[in-house]
């Protein structure tokens, strides 16, 4: 009983999963409320618009807030990935790597995407104006889309040293769709075709972060006394 007990509380292990399931939750938040305020926003147009554009008008202290949120409990499965992955292929740069993305959420919401594409509502179509936050805006994007992706190729081949055939799929294909989802939305000039990419990439790749940590989370085991 008494080794039970140890196992079922070893402190180390508690703290793990808990970061873990951080990242179990990240993606599922960001996207149930980005997707709220898409379906609720006046003149959102989730066909035209950018998610990012939602920080933009009175209510865009809520989207603010969701990238802090997404942010924080990226961070966390950060550590917690370090935690779980102690050894072996990618146990130093794919933490590092959602660290960035992590990071880069928190940026996101310290500069704003410029109003555009007629948002928020009263705002001229077409891309608008670039100002030096949406430089920066862009910019943290573009990095921390770019670590994330590298973080699925990371992991993609750790599985894959492991034999484990069907995650390396899943990851390696989910990092380089993502990229090649941004790609789309950064050259496509609005087009629907663009931004529904994307957004599929963004579902894909908070997904795949979710799936992951799970994993992770499944697989943490008590140190025994």
Do not use: K
């Not at 993609?156 to 939305?185: D, K």
């Not at 599929?200 to 795949?208: D, P, Q, R």
């Amino acid at each position: 009983m008494s080794r039970q007990l140890t196992e079922t509380c070893d402190p180390r292990t508690s703290v793990t999963r808990s970061l873990l399931g951080y990242g179990i939750i990240a993606g599922p938040v960001y996207v149930v409320v980005s997707l709220a305020q898409a379906l609720t926003r006046e003149g959102f147009d989730l066909t035209r618009h950018a998610w990012s554009l939602l920080a933009n008008g009175d209510l865009g202290w809520i989207h603010i807030t969701n990238f802090m949120v997404a942010a924080a409990a990226t961070l966390a499965a950060a550590v917690g990935l370090g935690r779980a992955m102690t050894s072996g292929r990618g146990a130093t740069w794919a933490p590092r790597l959602i660290g960035v993305f992590g990071v880069s959420l928190i940026a996101g919401g310290i500069f704003r995407a410029d109003p555009g594409m007629g948002f928020p509502a009263g705002t001229p179509e077409g891309p608008g104006v670039v100002t030096p936050q949406g430089m920066l805006h862009f910019a943290a994007g573009a990095v921390g889309f770019l670590a994330v992706s590298m973080a699925c190729l990371v992991v993609a081949r750790r599985f894959a040293g492991e034999g484990r055939r069907g995650w390396a799929v899943y990851s390696g294909v989910t990092g380089a769709f993502f990229l090649l989802s941004f790609a789309a939305v950064a050259t496509g000039g609005g087009a629907v075709w663009a931004n529904l990419t994307f957004v599929a990439g963004i579902m894909a790749i908070w997904t795949w972060l979710s799936a992951l940590s799970l994993h992770l989370y499944r697989r943490a085991t008590p140190q025994r006394a």
